[in-house]
């Protein structure tokens, strides 16, 4: 079958590789879609970062070449010896994350904090594949939401897990830096946790009008107008909860001194390099800083995926302004990471179909 195999920085190739096998434990998924994300692009232009380069991958035993892809979604068509939850025929999204299950943070079922942390799609063979094959531990079903749109349950629950991070309350102001795909979950996430208002920060013109149809209040063009200003004439003190998404040192020390004396900040971004910071920034206003990373995984993987596909199910969030493209697994270079490298691009988030 064909796959999009990551060998290093900016080499991603398409060939024809033999398909995994299927465990006893573990179900193949036919892939409908599979979403290009900026972790992917991280990995295109820094990496290895998640990849395994030199070393195997303490648990999964991968290492580079490898199938990237961990936004995806499809229907099972195989399943192993002891499956019960799964048949054939099942639209399905997986959990992509890789846990040891001994250390200390996977005994307390913190799986995403396990200190062998990885992701199907980074750590071992992934979906920009024609079918991929996973845990049926990690296998959540998508009931009624469209199958296409089962590819997005991934980033929605990165933006459900740090609003909860965060312990966002109805009524609480946010402020949101960057309005890319992790960006415009946020946007979603806050909505439908009661937030407001959601004000957001993005230099782009798309991106900004994809805010706006995502659920922002307030738009500001970072380039035109003083984030920090535009915060403070809206909210008064500043806002009680600010996201950054975009991980440059500019949002990053905006989205500290957004927020009001003993305000919060969530940080939901992987930074490719060190920053410069003022520290009595948090000290003397009293401020908190919070990281968030992934979703809840392992045997708990069906908690925050489940509730952003009942989500979906209801109409609270909505994958369609993230979606502005659908691409073949062979113009994956070239019409995917690409474009979305490109700053003068209006992609966002971009599907490929294998
Ligand atoms: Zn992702
Ligand atoms: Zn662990």
């Known amino acids: 079958m064909d796959a999009a195999r990551y060998y290093g920085q900016e080499d991603i190739r398409v060939e024809d590789i033999e398909p995994d096998s299927v465990g006893p434990e573990q179900v193949r998924i036919d892939i409908e879609a599979c979403g290009i994300c900026g972790s992917d692009l991280h990995e295109y232009t820094a990496g290895p970062i998640f990849v395994p380069g030199d070393a195997p991958h303490p648990v999964s035993g991968a290492t580079a070449p490898l199938t990237m892809g961990h936004e995806f979604s499809g229907i099972v068509s195989e399943v192993g010896a002891d499956v019960t939850d799964f048949s054939e025929g099942d639209a399905v999204t997986a959990n992509p994350i ?27 063979n992934g979906g920009f594949a024609e079918n991929v094959v996973v845990d049926a531990e990690r296998t959540v079903s998508l009931g009624e939401v469209p199958v296409e749109h089962g590819a997005l349950v991934e980033p929605l629950s990165v933006a459900l897990h740090a609003a909860r991070v965060a312990d966002v309350s109805a009524g609480d102001s946010v402020a949101v830096f960057g309005s890319g795909p992790i960006g415009l979950c946020q946007i979603q996430a806050l909505r439908a946790a009661g937030a407001g208002p959601i004000i957001v920060s993005e230099p782009r013109d798309e991106r900004r009008a994809r805010a706006d149809a995502s659920g922002a209040d307030v738009l500001i063009d970072p380039t035109e107008q003083d984030p920090l200003e535009a915060i403070r004439a809206e909210t008064g003190e500043g806002v009680d909860i600010a996201f950054d998404v975009a991980g440059v040192e500019a949002t ?3 989205a500290i001194n957004s927020t009001r ?22 000290v003397i206003p009293e401020r908190s800083i919070v990281g968030s990373i992934a979703y809840q995984g392992g045997p708990r993987s069906g908690e925050e995926f489940g509730m952003v596909i009942d ?18 697994l062979a113009d994956i270079s070239e019409d995917g990471f690409e474009p979305l490298l490109d700053p003068d691009s209006d992609q966002v988030k971009i599907l490929v179909k294998p």
């Open 98 to 124: 890789i846990y040891c299950g001994s250390c200390p943070r996977c005994e307390a079922g913190q799986y995403h904090q396990c200190e062998a942390l990885g992701f199907t799609g980074l750590a071992a």
């Open 261 to 282: 004396p003993g305000g919060r900040v969530a940080e939901v971004s992987i930074f490719e390099e060190a920053l410069e910071t003022q520290p009595n920034d948090l």
């Open 252 to 254: 990053y020390n905006q």
């Open 311 to 328: 989500m979906l199910e209801d109409g609270q969030l909505d994958p369609d302004p993230l979606i502005t493209d659908r691409i073949d």
